[in-house]
């Protein structure tokens, strides 16, 4: 039970740090790299709570491939920010009123989730031993919350509707390939034979 604490601990520790260190890097590489480091100790917490499916899908899913993606995308836009940073300061006054409003906010829902008198049953209750975890998870998003993972899923749908949107833009300086008007060109192709050393 004490190594269970420490490791909660050390974990909790570990990623409230590196999330301090995803929004304070320059680099923008550095907040990645910061990123997979909390998705790790996240996923260590899970392991404490015996959810080992959550810790292995939060490994294999964000580590493995929306951070790696962030990765790429980071190192191949390769952002300059130092204009990012421009006028930084004036919307520091009104990120941190915004901030404090979360704040009180989760405060506010996690108090009274605490202190509701149904947790004590909750506290009280003895954890199944008959089904796994994968199969109480299921469970429990398809029976209780199946209309918020249905809502979750139409606004992954719509941001990818954006973000499609938004890369099929048209852009004056980009050229672009039109596979139509390449096909209805109505050139023939003709087989020529090429001699070794020689051209056309």
Not at 52 to 63: G, I, K, N, P, R
Request: net charge positive.
């Amino acid at each position: 039970m004490i190594i269970a604490g420490l490791a909660f601990y050390l974990f909790a520790i570990i990623a409230v740090a590196a999330a301090v260190m995803v929004i304070t890097a320059r680099n923008p590489v550095h907040s990645v790299l910061w990123l997979i480091l909390v998705f790790f100790n996240a996923a260590g917490l899970f392991l404490l709570l015996q959810a080992e499916f959550l810790a292995m899908t939060l490994v294999v899913v964000y580590v493995g491939a929306v951070a790696v993606l962030f990765l790429f995308v980071v190192m191949m836009l390769d952002l300059n920010t130092q204009v990012l940073r421009e006028g930084l300061a004036e919307y520091v006054p009104l990120g941190a009123v915004i901030g404090l409003i979360l704040l009180v906010e989760i405060a506010t829902v996690g108090g009274s989730w605490l202190l509701s008198p149904e947790m004590e049953d909750v506290r009280g209750a003895v954890a199944r031993t008959d089904i796994t975890n994968t199969q109480a998870l299921g469970n429990l998003i398809y029976t209780d919350y199946v209309y918020l993972f249905q809502a979750a899923g139409l606004v992954l749908l719509v941001a990818m509707i954006g973000s499609i949107m938004l890369t099929h833009r048209v852009r004056p300086g980009v050229k672009k390939q039109k596979v139509a008007e390449q096909l209805a060109r109505g050139r023939t192709v003709e087989v020529k034979k090429v001699p070794t050393r020689g051209g056309i």
